[in-house]
Nanobody, 122 residues
Framework: VQLVESGGGLVQAGGSRNLSCLASGSLFSFAGLGWFRQAPGKERELVAAISAGGHTYYLDSLKDRFAISRDNAENTVYLQMSSLKPEDTAMYYC?????????????????WGQGTQVTVSS
């Protein structure tokens, strides 16, 4: 499996941005997926996760502004971000976890994309 993120860029505070992550491989439909982010000097944190069956989990502080979804026919997972704040500035990574469930711990994800930078200006 390989993951390629896209959609990052510069956005003004209050704006929206949609990220996409295209996966190669035939096991996409049977895997959990996650979006993580890492800001300079900070640890990588889970933003949102989605199970093979579509169950979702969010960092509590983001659940009202971010939405994760997946399209198994397109082998793609999405992250819709709205009402963006400067503190959302980070490198955003998608990640693949073998097995049907979702998970919040980075070490359970075995494949990572290269990341896409999101910068929110004030």
């Amino acid at each position: 499996v390989q993951l390629v993120e896209s959609g990052g860029g510069l956005v003004q505070a209050g704006g929206s941005r949609n990220l996409s992550c295209l996966a190669s491989g035939s096991l996409f439909s049977f895997a959990g997926l996650g979006w993580f982010r890492q800001a300079p000097g900070k640890e990588r944190e889970l933003v949102a996760a989605i199970s093979a069956g579509g169950h979702t989990y969010y960092l509590d502080s983001l659940k009202d502004r971010f939405a994760i979804s997946r399209d198994n026919a397109e082998n793609t997972v999405y992250l819709q971000m709205s009402s963006l704040k400067p503190e959302d500035t980070a490198m955003y990574y998608c990640a693949y976890k073998p097995g049907l469930g979702l998970a919040s711990l980075p070490h359970l994800y075995t494949v990572w994309g290269q990341g896409t930078q999101v910068t929110v200006s004030s």
